[in-house]
């Protein structure tokens, strides 16, 4: 009985990982972006213009993962001035950290839809806990590409200052908080 008990279990992991799904992120379609303040006086939008990764999905088991990874030196802030100043030392330094990482852990499901993603940010060569809400998630077929492409709004918000990036802080009086949105699409790997 408990071997039969214990094939069962053995056969049901293996059916449940056997849904999981490979989607790589579509560079084209996918722009992390961001709010930080300037002094109180305004807000100051950025993105990044080139991303890369993938992410699992396993809809009957409910869990995900995603492994992203953002060009630093992408960073856009549609200043060219501020964008030289940004990808300096004073605050991304893309010569040293040429990437921001992302490592989402464990997705959390209402239904049949994700609703967030815990994991972790790295950025400036510092790692922190960052949990991402998914506003918004769809998958069709996709018309072009003739596969399964998924898509995602996604928001979260980390103070600055956690990764080391203190530029204007206690200076200039600028506030640490950050809102970040993510627009993410992603196409099924081929099987």
């Not at 279990?9 to 059916?15: C, E, P, Q, R, S």
């Not at 609703?115 to 400036?124: C, K, P, R």
Request: hydrophobic residues 40%.
């Amino acid at each position: 009985m408990q071997v039969k008990l214990i094939a069962a279990a053995l056969l049901a992991i293996g059916t449940s990982s056997a849904f999981a799904q490979t989607y790589n992120i579509e560079p084209n379609h996918t722009y992390p972006s961001f709010e930080a303040d300037h002094m109180g006086i305004s807000v100051w939008r950025g993105k990044f213009t080139k991303t890369s990764g993938k992410i699992t999905l396993d809809r009957a088991a409910k869990t995900g993962t995603a492994d992203i990874t953002i060009d630093a030196n992408s960073l856009d802030f549609g200043h060219a001035k501020m964008n030289e100043h940004a990808k300096g030392k004073d605050m991304f330094n893309v010569a040293q950290f040429p990437t921001i990482t992302y490592k989402g852990k464990s997705m959390k499901f209402e239904g049949d839809k994700p609703v967030a993603l815990e994991g972790e940010m790295t950025m400036l060569g510092v790692t922190k806990p960052l949990t991402l809400v998914i506003n918004k998630f769809k998958c069709i077929p996709h018309p072009m590409f003739k596969r399964e492409v998924c898509g995602a709004d996604a928001s979260g918000e980390f103070k600055r200052t956690d990764y080391g990036l203190n530029y204007g802080v206690e200076k200039f009086g600028f506030s640490p908080d950050v809102k970040l949105q993510i627009q993410v699409e992603a196409l099924r790997a081929d099987d």
